[in-house]
C-alpha cells in the first residue's frame, strides 16, 4: 500500500472534514468580499482559524460550512467569517521610524498648511485594535500644545468587527504598551497593576472615530486627509488592486500629504503620485 503524501496528510489528518474544494471555495469567497488573496500555502492558517467557528456553530464538516456560508441565514456568518480569516498582527508604536518621522516632519508640516483654519484629519487606515491610532493620537497630543482650539480628528478603520470593538474600548493588557515611550505612559494610560491592564486616556479616546471599512466597498469618508498610515494590509492583495487603492489614497489626500506603508510593502511599479522620502515613507506629488 503507498504512503500517503503529505497533501493528503493535510486534509485527512483533522478534526474536521476539510479537502481541496473547502479550501478554494473559502479562499475564493475572502476574495470576492474583501480583495484580500489567500496564497496557497494559507492552508493551516485557514484550517485553524475556520475551525472556531465549525466549533461555534456545532458543524462538522468544512463542507457543511461552506454551504451554510450561502444559504439564506448565512449572512450574518460572512461577517464573523470575514473577522475570523482577516490578521490583526498589531503593536503600539510599530516601526517606530514612523512615529519619529511624524513628529518630526509630517506634523509640523501639516500643522503649519492648517493654522488658519485650525483642521487636522489623519487616517489609520488598517487600524486593527487601535494601537497605532492611538500611538498617533499620543503624539499628535503631545505635539499640538493648543490641540483644544483645533478640529483634530483621527479615523481609525478596519474591516474587522471585533477588533473594532477592542479599539472603541481602548483597554488592553498591560503588556500591550511596553513599547510605549515613559512619556507617554505618564501622560496618557492608567495602569492597574492588579488586573493587569493599560486603558487609554479619555482625551485621546476623544481624538479617535473608529469605523467599519472594507476597501473594495465605496469609502464613506470624504477627506481630504493630511496624513494616511496604511500598513502592513496591501500586502495581502494582488497588485492590480493596490494599484486602485493607492490611487484612491493620493485622491483623498491633501496635497504634500504623507503616507505610511508596511516594512515589506512598497509603491515601486503600483503608482506614480508619491515619491519616496524615506523608510516606507511617501508623500504625495500629483
Known sequence: MPEPTKKQDFFEEREFKFNEKDFNFI???????????IQPHKKNMIYSRIARRLRKLNLKTFEQYCNYLTSNSGDKEVTDFINAVTTNLTNFFRESHHFDHLKQASLPYAISENQSRKKLRIWSAGCSKGMEAYSIAMVLHDFLKDIDNWDAKILATD???????????????????DDVPKEYISKYVSLDRIKKSASISPKLKKLVH?????????????????????????????????RVLFEQFANILQPGGFLYIGHSESLHGISNRFELIGKTIYRKIK
Open 210 to 242: 473608529f469605523k467599519q471599512l472594507n476597501f473594495i466597498d465605496p469609502w464613506p469618508v470624504k477627506g481630504p486627509f493630511d496624513i494616511i498610515f496604511c500598513r502592513n494590509v496591501v500586502i495581502y492583495f494582488k497588485k492590480e488592486t493596490q
Open 27 to 37: 479562499v475564493d469567497l475572502i476574495h470576492e468580499k474583501t480583495a484580500i488573496y
Open 159 to 177: 474591516i474587522d468587527t471585533e477588533v473594532l470593538s477592542i479599539g472603541e474600548k481602548a483597554e488592553y493588557n498591560i503588556e500591550d504598551v
